[in-house]
């Protein structure tokens, strides 16, 4: 393996020169480079988790929250995921080289549009070291070389994980250059790779509104946008009881840290001493903690009272804001001046009330009857995700491979010019 470059600039350059032979890569040799980053980091997984229980002792006296605690840790069964993850991305089928477009002209000269590897893929990230392994094996699959920032909280681990790609991809004769972290530089290393135009040539933000708006704001590097989730969940009149339960639940406590976890639940007044007190019992025995107006707190005893704040917060963490709303068009209109467009769902039997919110909620991914845990790539059949884009343009909603592509035109002639 060829020696890590001393500077964060030496790193990108280094990256962006690697970019042009990944990118003639054939699928098998993409595909088989991915099965050699799987296997490696299994065979490492001693090393990764050793790694990542520094960065987690360092998380509890630094005063890490618990839901970035558990973005943070890597244990055997997580590793193994990851693992298996980057061997369902080798299986998916090479997003480079699709025509998407041809046609010939009057003159007789052959247009086709065709995929192509953007070249380099930056991305800048916080306490989450799947995404080390997310972002540069979805990029390597695309024929992309990778700069990675993953942020102080995951470093160690990081480290691990790029050492052991980087050998990976070094034993069996790519180009190891082709995955690069900038994180032992700091913020040097961040303020570098968003000022790399020229040398990146898209950039993804992924962790809290207050790093997205930050990377949005000062990269000269084109950004896709990946959003908080501040996702609502509405209990129509009509919903049933079993099903609002389990999809709230689910929604919040199978995992409360990730951007498509429920933080906001919305329930009809037609419905409301129907279905708050066994939905709000449900989520109290799940240890959540009810944030609640006064028309919630009259049912459920053990409710705190929500501020105006809870509206707008991404809680990532066992608390949830419940709000009675007179009927769907106030629902509506609490989304909208809430939502960050992330994930919306309703709970209804009521098909044309489904309908009507499919039609009206203006986020990446709308759902009903179902629970907003669905919004991943992996349940979207993408393998590994780079992250669910906000945005409106280029991508939206969960991320895989064909988002990390770009075109170009090819033009095939027979000596024609233009008259």
Known sequence: MTTIAATAQERLARAHEAARSVGLLSDAAKADALRAIADAIEAATDEIVAANADDLQRGRENGLSAGLQDRLKLDAARVAALAAAVRDVAELPDPVGRILDARTLPNGVELQKVSVPFGVVGSIYEARPNVTVDIATLALRAGNAVVLRGG?????????????????????????????????????????????????????????????????????????????????????????????????VNAKAQRPSVCNAVETVLVLRAAAERLIPPVAGALEDAGVTIHGDDAVRALVAGA????????????????????????????????????????????????????????????????????????????????????????????RGPMGLPELTSTKWLARGSGQIRV
């Not at 034993?171 to 530089?185: H, K, L, M, S």
């Not at 997205?212 to 009509?238: C, F, K, M, N, R």
């Open 152 to 248: 102080t909280a995951a470093q160690s681990t990081n480290a691990a994980l790029v050492t052991v790609m980087r050998g990976a991809l070094a034993g069996i004769g790519i180009d190891p250059e082709a995955i690069q972290t900038v994180d032992d530089f700091g913020r040097d290393g961040a303020h570098a790779l968003m000022q790399a135009r020229g040398l990146v040539d898209v950039l993804v933000p992924r962790g809290s509104a207050e790093l997205i708006e930050t990377v949005v704001t000062q990269s000269a590097v084109p950004v896709i946008e990946t959003g908080a989730g501040v996702v609502h969940i509405v209990l129509d009149e009509s919903a049933p009881r079993e099903w609002a339960e389990q999809i709230v």
């Open 304 to 395: 705190v009272p929500a501020t105006d704040a809870d509206w707008a917060t991404e809680h990532m963490s066992l608390d949830v804001s419940m709000k009675v709303v007179d009927d769907l068009d106030e629902a509506l209109a609490h989304i909208r001046r809430y939502s960050t467009q992330h994930t919306e769902s309703i709970v209804t039997a009521d098909p044309e009330r489904a309908e009507r919110f499919l039609a009206e909620v203006d986020a990446a991914v709308v759902m009903a009857n179902a629970s907003t845990r669905f919004t991943d790539g992996g349940e979207f059949g993408f393998g590994a995700e780079v992250g669910i884009s906000t945005q409106k343009l280029h991508a």
